[in-house]
Nanobody, 125 residues
Framework: QVQLVESGGGLVQAGGSLRLSCAVS????????MGWFRQAPGKEREFVAT????????SYADPVKGRFTISRDNAKNTVFLQMNSLKPEDTAVYYC??????????????????WGQGTQVTVSS
């Protein structure tokens, strides 16, 4: 059974940084494209970033471009989201997701099969 566990969330001041991790168990992530999504209170879940199985193809939502970086360490079965220059509008629960696929640029949540439980990120002004 594939399980995803996020960590690294917390409370940070505007302009600060956090690094989220997503540890995957049950299967090697070499088969997976991975993504990060977020959901703010009262809003729908939205795409943040995705990375192909090889790490060669990356895609970001416009609000986070230039501030967030997605990466993966296949040897450690872990995916990361480095978040810099955080803004109050980045406050949300952040979810890691995985799908079996060799393509790139998966930005729609219904494409993903496996999900983590989420980690809260709160950015104070």
């Amino acid at each position: 059974q594939v399980q995803l566990v996020e960590s690294g969330g917390g409370l940070v001041q505007a302009g600060g940084s956090l690094r989220l991790s997503c540890a995957v168990s049950g299967r090697t992530i070499r088969s997976f494209a991975m993504g990060w999504f977020r959901q703010a209170p009262g809003k729908e879940r939205e795409f943040v970033a995705t990375i192909s199985w090889s790490g060669a193809s990356l895609s970001y939502a416009d609000p986070v471009k230039g501030r967030f970086t997605i990466s993966r360490d296949n040897a450690k079965n872990t995916v990361f989201l480095q978040m810099n220059s955080l803004k109050p509008e980045d406050t949300a629960v952040y979810y890691c997701a995985a799908l079996l696929g060799s393509g790139s640029y998966y930005q729609r949540d219904h494409e993903y099969t496996y999900w983590g439980q989420g980690t809260q990120v709160t950015v104070s002004s």
